[in-house]
């Protein structure tokens, strides 16, 4: 019989991994075998390496940028490192197809695909097209979307909308295991505060100025980002950590409200999840606005309350959490007509029609 072969790619932040690692159990199930091209030191080799059955391959990456920089000069040549990288990678596996997540790792891998002739599907989380998919989107056979307004943005013979796609082991969380983990009591409501996987200063600062009023409402699980754990901060319902991931489906269980980024992978796992929530996207300032139009559209909906970064402050943060709480089972009736699991099926429906 011959062989099933697939190589997953996507990178640079958790968001442009969450996909493939919600995909990749079923393809393992079903005998194919698995490649993974990532960057040397990104978030995805971390999150990737430890898969048994997944063969991790690192290339040089260049990083996309929309300003100037004097990287941008060095850049090109290390996508072209990563491409002649990636070539030799796809000439030696020889997949039948190639999905991208996205993510600036993810250009020379679809270059490569190009020049090798192997066909390759592209998912694109967020309202609009990333950079890194701009460049893609041309490369590929196939361009599946998360949100449907997506679609308007592409070339109508490429485009899907499928939905969100959200990982089954975030379904299985024990809030027992939740609250023993973090060591709080769960005697009130719990928010879990996420900034991405890199966690947000200004978010972190807002909350830990005004702990003693938000603990009077809640008790809190506060994922701050690397480096930024306080550890003169010590007080009762109110937990912290740099960065969960194996016990990050028991946190979700335990979790009542959230505060967190509006990145598209994370919210929609918090809407599937009937997680009321709070989103403060990134400003324009630090991103091209997609988180913006991630949490305006989630706020349309129902599905949460969003305060743009130029406008938080410490009183509004306080104000908004207590309106969320307040607001809650008007939240969760929104909530309760969404419906993911058939988003997954989907995608893994339309790499198998892709390949060679």
Not at 15 to 28: K, R, S
Not at 35 to 53: N, Q, T, V
Not at 148 to 177: F, M
Request: with cysteine.
């Amino acid at each position: 019989m011959k062989e099933k072969r697939i190589l997953f790619t996507g990178g640079g932040t958790a968001g442009h991994v969450m996909v493939n690692l919600a995909v990749i159990p079923t393809f393992q199930k079903e005998g194919w075998t698995i490649d993974y091209i990532g960057s040397h030191s990104g978030i995805e080799r971390e999150l990737i390496e430890p898969l048994k059955g997944v063969a991790y391959h690192a290339i040089s990456t260049g990083k996309l940028r929309r300003y100037f920089s004097k990287e941008n000069f060095k850049d090109p040549f290390k996508v072209l490192k990563g491409t002649l990288q990636a070539y030799r990678i796809i000439g030696k596996k020889r997949p039948a197809v190639i999905f991208s997540k996205g993510g600036f790792v993810s250009v020379p891998v679809l270059i490569a695909a190009r020049m090798r002739r192997v066909p390759a599907v592209i998912h694109e989380s967020d309202i609009t097209p990333g950079l890194a998919n701009k460049i893609a989107i041309p490369l590929s056979k196939k361009v599946i979307t998360t949100f449907p307004e997506t679609v308007q943005y592409l070339p109508e013979s490429k485009a899907e909308w499928v939905g969100a796609v959200v990982r089954d082991e975030l379904y299985l969380g024990s809030k027992t295991k939740g609250l023993s983990f973090t060591g709080l009591p769960g005697k009130k409501p719990i928010l879990l505060i996420m900034g991405g996987s890199g966690g947000s200063r200004k978010i972190n600062e807002a909350v830990r100025s005004q702990l003693d009023v938000l603990l009077h409402e809640f008790e809190i699980i506060h994922l701050c980002g690397k480096e930024n754990v306080d550890p003169s901060i010590q007080r009762e319902g109110y937990s912290q950590f740099e960065y969960v991931k194996d016990e990050l489906s028991d946190l979700f269980a335990a979790t009542d409200f959230v505060l967190s980024r509006a990145g598209s992978n994370a919210i929609f796992e918090f809407l599937a999840l009937r997680k009321p929530m709070l989103l403060i996207p990134l400003s324009r300032n630090a991103s091209r606005g997609d988180q913006i139009l991630n949490a305006k559209s989630f706020e349309r909906q129902g599905y949460a309350r969003m305060i743009e970064e130029e406008e938080l402050t410490e009183e509004r943060l306080v104000q908004e959490l207590k309106r969320l709480k307040e607001g809650k089972n008007t939240v969760l009736t929104k909530m309760r007509s969404f419906e993911s699991r058939e988003a997954k099926q989907k995608v893994i429906d339309i790499i198998k029609q892709a390949t060679r």
